[in-house]
Each structure stands twice: as C-alpha cells, then as structure tokens.
C-alpha cells in the first residue's frame, strides 16, 4: 500500500532527527524489508514562529507493520498527526466494480 504520512516537529529537535534519518537509511540498507520504502523524501512547511510546531509530508510504500516500525524509530522527536491510504483511481474502480 501508498500512504501519505502527515507529521510534526519541534525545531529544536532537528539535530536529532537529522541524525535518525540517516541511521534508518543504513538499516533499511541491512535490511530493506524493515521499514517502509520512500517514495518521496519528507517535503517541510518552514513559516511562522519556530517556537510552533513545523510540519511535513512523506510519501511511503508500506505494509503495516513497516509503518508502526518507522513510527516507533522516530518517536518521540516526530509525531505523526495523520496517514492516509492511496488508492489509484484503477484500483478503485476495480473494486467499485466488484460490488456492482
């Protein structure tokens, strides 16, 4: 499954998460299978009061458990505030059709 991953974090918790970040790169290395594959790096809304939470947006390809492991691997730096399934408008016809 695609899943578009909503998330927030403090400015003052960068160092670390950038560090994270690198670190799950070289375990999804050892081990692709562990954690989701990144579609699309995390793309950041960087305006307002940096005492305020920022947020941001990535693109996964998933199943389950791979999204629990890489919540849990960020916590409690990042807190993820939503995710959403996509589904192709193929995809979605298709089952659309199914119960017709």
Not at 28 to 54: A, C, H, M, W, Y
Not at 71 to 77: G, H, S
Not at 80 to 99: G, M, N, Q, W
């Amino acid at each position: 499954m695609k899943y578009i991953v909503y998330w927030e974090w403090n400015e003052r918790d960068t160092v670390g998460l950038i560090k994270k970040s690198r670190e799950i790169d070289e375990l999804r290395k050892e081990n692709p299978e562990r954690f989701p594959t990144t579609l699309s790096g995390g793309s950041l809304v960087i305006v307002g009061d940096p005492e305020q939470p920022r947020s941001g947006i990535s693109l996964y390809e998933a199943n389950k458990e791979q999204m629990e492991k890489w919540q849990e691997f960020y916590r409690p730096e990042l807190k993820v505030t939503k995710i959403v399934e996509l589904v192709t408008a193929h995809e979605y016809i298709k089952e659309l059709e199914s119960k017709m």
